[in-house]
């Protein structure tokens, strides 16, 4: 019998504030960093090394140490677990971490314990994949609708969906899995980007980067909005000239406006025909999205920082928005975004999965292609965020082509970091951050700031 | 000059689940705990000691280790401060800690680092009016209405209640503060007791608490309800019989039903006329307690778990409901519940303030008693929940008479420790949990269990 022996964490962070990728009107200088956990076993493997499972919540810098504290609290409830009894009842596993009534006192189902708790999770479904020898996209794809829906914690859900109406809706899409992993397979699922339209890059930067991002073949570009009306008219102008006629132009304001300032903003933005307008105001404000949508022509989007499946429904239920975004890390885990997918199949959502930051490319690309397979059905209109930063230090990079996903064939869920990658930017310990300490004075900007 | 020369943290946690203490349909074994916070200065006092302010989170066991890493990873935020302008902004402060982007990324505004910048904002608070010679309630109370306002932040809010709006309820609000101030002082404010009402009590201890509360002079009393329908009317029927048909009662689900179950349990409960309802189900669930109201007689609230303003806001949109807990360790400290007293104000609903608890009742007594003399302006149908639970751990514990809180005359919001009491009960090295190790076994139980 094997058995999970540790739980480990480290402290990952990246200085990207050195060069303002990422930057936003609400995140002028984030550092992408992540708080990583591995979930070592003493289960033999062909590779010689014993199976492990891997997991990691994105942050953006401060504040790391305590989301990675709070996966360290949780070892408790992991460690001594037997390897065949956890990766076989992956609902089970998430119903014990997040029904664990002390802790939920600490959110409930929010925040950074329940961040953790969707880091644990991850992990676990790293490690049962990676067992199964299977990505993780295929390992969801090919349980059965009975399995699946037994992953959801259904409470809170059911004036929403019912576990049988959600077993109905797997059962109905379970005749075309077969064709639809083929086209997976060979087209590969499409992805947006939003390299080109951080608020610290220069006109020029973002007019060269749009060209490029069309050349490579992304239909979708988002830009990032809301400090300055003047300065976003003329982004958008030169974005459009850059990318022509046929090209989506996407605008994300990340919770910069209360609601009639938003209406104002975007209607000031009507004329550039936009894809949608992604977090105009606070994402627990579900009324305030419903108010924006009805007074605006453009489709309203939120989901990065929606923190549980509880948030979801009720944009589903206020009709507050015409499409979502969900995110690897930011709820429960797997788990938790079924229940978030189901829900969005339900009531006829689209999603556009968040990615970017640190591994949430690698890891939510899974959940999209899932989706695809066994659950909405559809790639229509759908797309996986795509930002090019990072990726060099994960085991298993995703692949980009054509401006779409390619389906990823390592077993797992993506989320390993390259050992060196880690002791490099182990915080405040690695060599990256003790140069930091040394040369930030007179550290060369590779592009200028605005 | 006088500045903050320290911010130190400590991991405090009463055993209070040996007894069943606390215990409701949610939550069978809390230890009731404190996530300590002390903001040292060098500005000497008439005590010779030099000025502190003190501060808390209540949780109710483990993960208090994550709470407490939150409140020290602010420290660098504080420390080093002038004491002067901190005091002189506290509006200014809270924004401070709020907008750090990088750690707003670990909410936003909601969980475990929400809560730890309510716990520092609450012991700036505490430093302030102590430096002012004055209990917290006081010191807001007989701040002016610009000061007052100037202390919310404001985002967020503009579509249900402005800045402006705040002013002038406030300033039609200060004529009577001198005789609400008399009248606070010579009669105290209600408080309602929870005390007899936990899950793991007896029949009878229940039966012979209720009585002993009435004779104390409580005229509210709640009972935890959620698990057993049959349990609930029995249990409901011996509290009726004990306490007479002058005296109300009120319930609490802690979040155990869905939307449907609580209506049908509601509704099974209809003929005691409740006189509230408290957490039917999810805290985020806004939309579902407004379709559990609809649907039932007895009035509906929440609010001890609601994480900001954001959600208060739109539970007073959705006409969720008719009245609401707000809790002085839950959400980002003294600033936010007075941006949620004034938003409470503009929609006339009444607050019945969460306490209990470690040091609950202690720091929200102040936030009633200046919404008594400064907001609101009223305390008809209104009261305190007090639990008598640990306050002899407190400085300045709380003091009851004849079914109401007199108000506090020491300087300060009320939240320090007993400096025996810290060294104790720090987790895992104080006394009381070295004994707890070797004698759990054999702990002799005062009451017997059910």
């Given at each position: 019998?094997?058995?999970?022996?540790?739980?480990?964490?480290?402290?990952?962070?990246?200085?990207?504030?050195?060069?303002?990728?990422?930057?936003?009107?609400?995140?002028?200088?984030?550092?992408?960093?992540?708080?990583?956990?591995?979930?070592?076993?003493?289960e033999p493997t062909?590779?010689?090394?014993?199976?492990?499972?891997?997991?990691?919540?994105?942050?953006?810098?401060?504040?790391?140490?305590?989301?990675?504290?709070?996966?360290?609290?949780?070892?408790?409830?992991?460690?001594?677990?037997?390897?065949?009894?956890?990766?076989?009842?992956?609902?089970?596993?998430?119903?014990?971490?997040?029904?664990?009534?002390?802790?939920?006192?600490?959110?409930?189902?929010?925040?950074?314990?329940?961040?953790?708790?969707?880091?644990?999770?991850?992990?676990?479904?790293?490690?049962?994949?990676?067992?199964?020898?299977?990505?993780?996209?295929?390992?969801?794809?090919?349980?059965?609708?009975?399995?699946?829906?037994?992953?959801?914690?259904?409470?809170?859900?059911?004036?929403?969906?019912?576990?049988?109406?959600?077993?109905?809706?797997?059962?109905?899409?379970?005749?075309?899995?077969?064709?639809?992993?083929?086209?997976?397979?060979?087209?590969?699922?499409?992805?947006?980007?939003?390299?080109?339209?951080?608020?610290?890059?220069?006109?020029?930067?973002?007019?060269?980067?749009?060209?490029?991002?069309?050349?490579?073949?992304?239909?979708?570009?988002?830009?990032?909005?809301?400090?300055?009306?003047?300065?976003?008219?003329?982004?958008?102008?030169?974005?459009?000239?850059?990318?022509?006629?046929?090209?989506?132009?996407?605008?994300?304001?990340?919770?910069?406006?209360?609601?009639?300032?938003?209406?104002?903003?975007?209607?000031?933005?009507?004329?550039?025909?936009?894809?949608?307008?992604?977090?105009?105001?606070?994402?627990?404000?579900?009324?305030?999205?419903?108010?924006?949508?009805?007074?605006?022509?453009?489709?309203?989007?939120?989901?990065?920082?929606?923190?549980?499946?509880?948030?979801?429904?009720?944009?589903?239920?206020?009709?507050?928005?015409?499409?979502?975004?969900?995110?690897?890390?930011?709820v429960g885990g797997?788990?938790?975004?079924?229940?978030i997918l189901l829900?969005?199949?339900?009531?006829?959502?689209?999603?556009?999965?968040?990615?970017?930051?640190?591994?949430?490319?690698?890891?939510?690309?899974?959940?999209?292609?899932?989706?695809?397979?066994?659950?909405?059905?559809?790639?229509?209109?759908?797309?996986?965020?795509?930002?090019?930063?990072?990726?060099?230090?994960?085991?298993?990079?995703?692949?980009?082509?054509?401006?779409?996903?390619?389906?990823?064939?390592?077993?797992?869920?993506?989320?390993?970091?390259?050992?060196?990658?880690?002791?490099?930017?182990?915080?405040?310990?690695?060599?990256?951050?003790?140069?930091?300490?040394?040369?930030?004075?007179?550290?060369?900007?590779?592009?200028?700031?605005?």
């Amino acid at each position: 019998m094997a058995t999970i022996t540790a739980l480990e964490t480290r402290d990952v962070r990246f200085p990207t504030s050195r060069h303002l990728d990422g930057s936003d009107a609400m995140n002028p200088d984030p550092d992408y960093s992540a708080a990583y956990v591995v979930l070592r076993t003493d289960e033999p493997t062909a590779s010689g090394e014993p199976l492990c499972g891997y997991g990691l919540v994105f942050t953006i810098g401060r504040g790391n140490d305590v989301q990675t504290a709070a996966l360290q609290t949780l070892a408790g409830h992991v460690v001594g677990m037997d390897v065949e009894a956890l990766t076989s009842d992956l609902g089970g596993f998430s119903r014990h971490l997040t029904g664990d009534s002390q802790l939920r006192w600490l959110g409930p189902e929010k925040g950074v314990m329940h961040m953790a708790i969707g880091g644990v999770v991850n992990a676990a479904w790293d490690l049962a994949s990676r067992r199964a020898g299977q990505p993780l996209w295929r390992f969801i794809a090919e349980m059965n609708p009975a399995q699946l829906v037994d992953c959801v914690d259904w409470r809170y859900l059911s004036d929403a969906l019912t576990r049988e109406e959600a077993l109905a809706m797997l059962e109905e899409a379970a005749a075309g899995r077969a064709e639809r992993m083929s086209e997976l397979e060979s087209r590969g699922y499409p992805a947006y980007t939003t390299s080109p339209g951080w608020l610290g890059y220069s006109d020029e930067k973002l007019a060269r980067l749009c060209r490029e991002a069309v050349e490579e073949g992304y239909r979708t570009i988002k830009l990032k909005v809301g400090l300055s009306l003047e300065d976003d008219l003329r982004r958008l102008q030169i974005a459009r000239d850059a990318v022509g006629p046929g090209v989506d132009l996407a605008v994300d304001a990340n919770q910069r406006w209360d609601v009639a300032e938003a209406v104002e903003w975007m209607n000031a933005l009507a004329s550039y025909d936009l894809a949608w307008i992604e977090e105009p105001t606070s994402p627990d404000d579900v009324l305030g999205h419903a108010a924006i949508r009805r007074s605006i022509s453009t489709p309203v989007s939120t989901g990065e920082h929606t923190h549980n499946r509880v948030m979801f429904k009720q944009l589903f239920q206020a009709e507050a928005v015409d499409l979502i975004q969900i995110d690897a890390a930011r709820v429960g885990g797997v788990n938790e975004n079924l229940a978030i997918l189901l829900l969005a199949r339900k009531f006829g959502v689209r999603v556009f999965p968040h990615a970017g930051g640190v591994g949430l490319c690698e890891l939510v690309q899974h959940l999209a292609m899932a989706d695809f397979v066994a659950i909405s059905a559809s790639m229509e209109d759908r797309a996986v965020e795509y930002v090019d930063h990072l990726h060099e230090h994960f085991t298993a990079p995703v692949r980009i082509a054509g401006g779409r996903y390619l389906p990823p064939t390592e077993p797992g869920m993506g989320a390993e970091l390259r050992a060196q990658s880690v002791e490099e930017h182990t915080y405040p310990s690695g060599i990256i951050w003790r140069e930091d300490a040394q040369t930030t004075a007179t550290t060369d900007m590779k592009e200028p700031a605005r």
